[in-house]
């Protein structure tokens, strides 16, 4: 069987259209996918969606650092 007459196999082509089709579909998922986890891990979003919680954290992260650089200046002195 020569590769010609392979191709015009309606097996062959039905085969070769529904990996194209898994293939469309896959990559459609993949995109979807990062999609999805960029906008669950960007930070911008994050604050976005929930400003109070944002400066609250920002409140205590500030509190937590003012105090670790009390302390180290009160051990220096």
């Known amino acids: 069987m020569t590769l010609e ?4 196999d ?4 039905r085969a070769e259209a529904e990996i194209a089709r898994a293939r469309a ?3 459609e998922k993949l995109m979807a996918l990062q999609r999805e986890l960029t906008r669950t891990f960007d930070w ?3 604050i976005r969606e929930r400003p109070m ?3 609250a954290a920002a409140f205590g ?3 937590l650092l003012g105090s670790w650089r ?3 200046h009160r051990k220096i002195r």
């Not at 007459?5 to 015009?8: D, F, I, L, T």
């Not at 309606?10 to 082509?13: D, F, G, K, R, S």
């Open 5 to 8: 007459k392979a191709r015009r």
């Open 10 to 13: 309606p097996e062959i082509l």
């Open 25 to 27: 579909a896959v990559t």
């Open 44 to 46: 911008r979003e994050w």
């Open 53 to 55: 919680t944002a400066v």
């Open 61 to 63: 992260v500030g509190v």
């Open 70 to 72: 009390g302390a180290f």
